[in-house]
């Protein structure tokens, strides 16, 4: 059963950083494509960064600069570094892995940027 698992999230301060994890439970995992996304109270769910099986990352304009997304092969893990939070990345923020018609999401970890 393939699996997604997120961690890291929680409740931090304007400027503050997180990390971000997710762990994998996927066979051939180097071939996938890995992203993060997020989904903010009413709003529709959006794409945060990417990272191909070749090793390019994609970012949205919103965190260029401020977020590092990562992986690790072997151990079948992605990694979203943020920096310089601000309280409109408030958010769920969900892994991905997209392999040809292969989709999968994880459960989400929330992420809360508040004073």
């Known amino acids: 059963q393939v699996q997604l698992v997120e961690s890291g999230g929680g409740l931090v301060q304007p400027g503050g950083s997180l990390r971000l994890s997710c762990a994998a439970s996927?066979?051939?995992?180097?071939?996938?494509?890995v992203g993060w996304y997020r989904q903010a109270p009413g709003k529709q769910r959006e794409l945060v960064a990417q990272i191909s099986n070749g090793g390019i990352r994609n970012y949205a304009d919103f965190v260029k600069g401020r977020f590092t997304i990562s992986r690790d092969k072997d151990e079948k893990m992605v990694y979203l570094q943020m920096n310089s939070l601000k309280p409109e990345d408030t958010a769920v923020y969900y892994c991905?892995?997209?392999?040809?018609?292969?989709?999968?999401w994880g459960q989400g970890t929330q992420v809360t940027v508040s004073s």
């Open positions: 996927l066979s051939a995992f180097s071939l996938y494509s």
């Open positions: 991905n892995a997209q392999f040809i018609w292969n989709d999968y």
